[in-house]
Every structure is written in C-alpha cells, then in structure tokens.
C-alpha cells in the first residue's frame, strides 16, 4: 500500500514538472504554482461536486445517474440544496471534465474558464461559506500576458494546462 502511495506521488510530481517544462518561459514558478494549483482545485470540486450528486442519485436508485451529463436547466433546480450541502454550486456544463472535452474548440476558453470561476465563488456568496469561496481564482489571471500576448495563445496554454492537469 505505501508503495502505491509512493509511485502515486512520483506519477503526480512527473506530471507537474511535464505542465511545468510545456508553460516554461511564458510563466514564472510563483505564477505557475497559481495556475497549477487553481486548475488542480477547479477539478477536484469538479469531480467532487459531481460525485456527491451521482452517489444521491444512485443510492435513490437512478443508477444511470450521470451529473456530467446532465442539462443545466435541469441541474438549476438543485441549486439552492447544493449550496446548502456542499457550499457552492456548479452546473454540469462548468465541470471540469466538460469544459476540457471542448477546451480545444472553445477560441474563447479564457472567457470561460473566467465565468466559471466567478459563478463558483458566487454560488457561495451570502452563506456560510462565503469566506472559503470569495477570491478563490483571483491568482488565476487568465487574461493575462503571462499565459500569451494574444487570446488564441493564452487558450493554448489554457487547454494544455487542462490536459495536464487531467
């Protein structure tokens, strides 16, 4: 068992430095902790999010029950419960492993990922878990230069950052 912990570890820090050696030169290491970090906890509240809801729905019996896929329209009347349990809310279409699928199509993923982030932290505004939540993402300037000097750059370190990060 420690060993599968070992080479997890190694597997993780291997695929850090290969994001690390694929951004080089157009991010230094403070910002690319940022960046690395912020992606790495988009996931991880996406997959938790989805997981929590998928194991619901199972143990209600929709066995099928996939909240990745499902519409947002549909996933909007949980809203409020989901807030209520988790402390933030996010729709199917804004989960992680959404948004990478269609990453490479999206010419404005940086405008994405940016409302994404935003609709996160403001899911949790005016509850308990405010604080957790507000400026969360403030260190992950997707505008900015440092990612590309043009939009269709910034993207292209966006989506290999998302693959990466997958």
């Known amino acids: 068992m420690n060993n599968k912990k070992?080479?997890?570890r190694t597997e993780l820090h291997r695929a850090i430095w290969a994001i690390a050696d694929d951004l080089r030169?157009?991010?230094d290491g403070w910002d690319f902790k940022n960046y690395i970090l912020g992606t790495m906890f988009y996931r991880y509240i996406s997959e938790d999010i989805a997981a929590y809801i998928n194991k619901g729905e199972i143990k209600a019996g929709n066995?099928?029950?996939d909240y990745a896929k499902l519409l947002d329209e549909e996933a909007e009347q949980a809203r409020a419960d989901l807030v209520q349990e988790k402390g933030f809310f996010m729709l199917p279409s804004e989960l992680f492993c959404n948004v990478r699928a269609k990453a490479m199509?999206?010419?404005n993923l940086n405008e994405t990922l940016e409302r994404i982030f935003s609709n996160i932290?403001?899911?949790a505004r005016g509850?308990?878990?405010e604080t957790s939540?507000?400026?969360l993402f403030d260190d992950f300037d997707?505008?900015?230069n440092k990612l590309g000097s043009t939009v269709a750059k910034r993207n292209e370190k966006l989506v290999r950052l998302l693959d990466g990060i997958a």
Do not use: K, W
């Open 6 to 8: 070992e080479q997890e």
């Open 142 to 144: 997707v505008n900015g």
């Open 105 to 107: 199509l999206d010419v």
């Open 127 to 129: 509850r308990v878990s």
């Open 63 to 65: 066995t099928d029950f």
């Open 25 to 27: 030169g157009a991010v």
């Open 121 to 123: 932290e403001g899911s």
């Open 133 to 135: 939540f507000s400026g």
